[in-house]
T-cell receptor, first 116, second 115 residues
Framework: ETGVTQTPRHLVMGMTNKKSLKCEQH?????MYWYKQSAKKPLELMFV???????ENNSVPSRFSPECPNSSHLFLHLHTLQPEDSALYLC???????????????FGPGTRLTVL | AQTVTQSQPEMSVQEAETVTLSCTYD???????LFWYKQPPSRQMILVIR??????QNATENRFSVNFQKAAKSFSLKISDSQLGDAAMYFC????????????FGKGTSLLVTP
């Protein structure tokens, strides 16, 4: 495995379901990110973890719950989502030097989420 | 609000020709980092090129080069000798050091490469 991987690649869920997105990075990085990519809108940063600590939460609704058990894995737990949450969810990682935001971020292929 | 504007939603270029994608940004900071990312149909966001604002020299990466005009807050991407594999969405982004980890992205430019 190389780079940043995400599973599943596609997910269809009902509004009452609970599901999780998984991201794994094989780059030895310490920072991991969740982004939301909706049609016609710029990428939106959702969460950042650096050295397993959450450093940013960009006013994301509580129906999205991140988890970072170690520097290589990042999860996004989903529950009671809305149709407007349908989007491409991208995971990224970077070297994660403390306090530095200038690292190059490496992205995974994304999970295409559809909420019915 | 800090924003990135990509004024060309779509561009087209013939194979082997050169194309320039535009990007302007708005920040009051003097130190920042600029990026161009490429997102092909596979959806994997790939870094194309990176520029540090304190460097006057324009970054180059093989067939990709930038024209960085700091005073004008402009950061265009030039693709030379375009190839079919260059077809993708191209996103311009920037980040401010020590202000968190946010990459501020533009809405993207869709590049079509024709044979």
């Amino acid at each position: 495995e190389t780079g940043v991987t995400q599973t599943p690649r596609h997910l269809v869920m009902g509004m009452t379901n609970k599901k999780s997105l998984k991201c794994e990075q094989h780059l030895g990085h310490n920072a991991m990110y969740w982004y939301k990519q909706s049609a016609k809108k710029p990428l939106e940063l959702m969460f950042v973890y650096n050295f397993k600590e959450q450093t940013e939460n960009n006013s994301v609704p509580s129906r999205f719950s991140p988890e970072c058990p170690n520097s290589s894995h990042l999860f996004l737990h989903l529950h009671t989502l809305q149709p407007e949450d349908s989007a491409l969810y991208l995971c990224a990682s970077s070297q994660g030097l403390r306090g530095a935001s200038t690292d190059t971020q490496y992205f995974g292929p994304g999970t295409r989420l559809t909420v019915l | 609000a800090q924003t990135v504007t990509q004024s060309q939603p779509e561009m087209s270029v013939q194979e082997a020709e050169t194309v320039t994608l535009s990007c302007t940004y708005d920040t009051s900071e003097s130190d920042y980092y600029l990026f161009w990312y490429k997102q092909p149909p596979s959806r994997q966001m790939i870094l194309v090129i990176r520029q540090e604002a304190y460097k006057q020299q324009n970054a180059t990466e093989n067939r990709f080069s930038v024209n960085f005009q700091k005073a004008a807050k402009s950061f265009s991407l030039k693709i030379s000798d375009s190839q079919l594999g260059d077809a993708a969405m191209y996103f311009c982004a920037y980040t401010i050091p020590y202000s968190g980890y946010a990459l501020n992205f533009g809405k993207g430019t869709s590049l079509l490469v024709t044979p």
